[in-house]
């Protein structure tokens, strides 16, 4: 899986003989090669053969369509624990800021938890259970597809590396394609995460040991580096725990409200949430913070 096309770096060559290179004839070559580049165009052939811009104005990179499969798994709900638990997220996470929208990614798109919160544009492609016209639907990474190494690549090791696998949950898969179709080839692509409301943190650890949930993140939908501190305070980095959990060990007044400094993952840019957490929060609760990454 994961075929990318590459130009051969060969010239195109028009005509079955030399062509001296006068201003008329360049014009018509010119003009026939337009015209068959929209032809083949019109043929229906994937976006993935011709190059994309690589930088849009926002900021966001952009990304080709790339070659995977994807399968489906989970209750039929598409909701639960089930759909979270490598990244961290929490069912309750999951019903109210994802929904059904999300999939559990082999390791090459997991990338030890930095892929959690990654958005992924998917369509079904080359399969006659694709849904007609080829419908996509943007889901949110948000679990880990574990290699199952008993298992061929090809026949049920879906998951093994380097396979580029999405594992759906339910709803998603069937915007896609029929049920029984059971695994399908799709295509799929990096997009920005368009997320209702703010950065959400939820509170775990204790007086000296502070765990963070980082939920509902915009933009590129990951985090590079994250830093705490209260208010009118000093900036403490913390460290990554797994997927979207980063620690402190540091004892913090509850008194004192706290104020967040995030870096996204894949653009760099730096944002502070300051309205949050208030004073004497508590860990085992969530608060959101009224920006984000848009």
């Not at 001296?20 to 014009?27: D, F």
């Not at 010119?30 to 043929?43: D, E, H, K, N, T």
């Not at 996509?136 to 026949?155: E, F, H, M, R």
């Not at 396979?163 to 295509?187: K, T």
Request: hydrophobic residues 35%; proline residues 6%; aromatic residues 12%.
């Amino acid at each position: 899986s994961g075929v990318r096309h590459r130009s051969t770096g060969k010239g195109i060559h028009l005509g079955g003989s030399a062509m001296a290179r006068t201003p008329a004839t360049v014009a018509v070559a010119v003009v026939l090669f337009a015209a068959a580049v929209a032809q083949l165009a019109s043929a229906g052939f994937p976006n993935q053969y011709w190059p994309a811009p690589s930088t849009p104005s926002t900021g966001f990179p952009t990304y080709g369509w790339e070659n995977a499969h994807a399968t489906f798994y989970g209750s039929d709900s598409g909701l639960g624990h089930d759909f979270g638990g490598a990244c961290g997220y929490s069912g309750s996470d999951i019903a109210s800021l994802y929904s059904t929208r999300t999939a559990a990614m082999s390791t090459p798109l997991f990338a030890k938890g930095d892929g959690c919160g990654r958005c992924y544009e998917i369509r079904c492609v080359q399969s006659k259970w694709c849904v007609p016209g080829s419908p996509s639907v943007v889901i949110t990474g948000t679990n880990l597809c574990p290699p199952n190494w008993y298992q061929d690549s090809n026949n049920g090791g879906w998951c093994n590396p380097p396979r580029r696998h999405f594992d759906m949950a339910p709803p998603s898969f069937y915007m896609l394609a029929q049920r029984v179709a059971g695994i399908v080839p799709v295509q799929f692509r990096r997009v920005p995460c368009q997320r209702s409301g703010g950065v959400q943190f939820c509170l775990m650890g204790n007086p000296y040991w502070l765990l963070v949930h980082v939920n509902n993140v915009g933009g590129g939908g990951d985090i590079g580096q994250i830093a705490v501190r209260e208010t009118g305070g000093v900036w403490i980095q913390m460290t990554q725990n797994w997927g979207i959990t980063f620690q402190a060990f540091f004892e913090l007044d509850r008194s004192k409200g706290l104020q967040f400094m995030i870096t996204g993952g894949t653009d760099g840019k730096t944002m502070v949430v300051g309205d949050a957490v208030p004073a004497w929060w508590s860990t085992g609760l969530c608060y959101q913070g009224s920006n984000n990454f848009w």
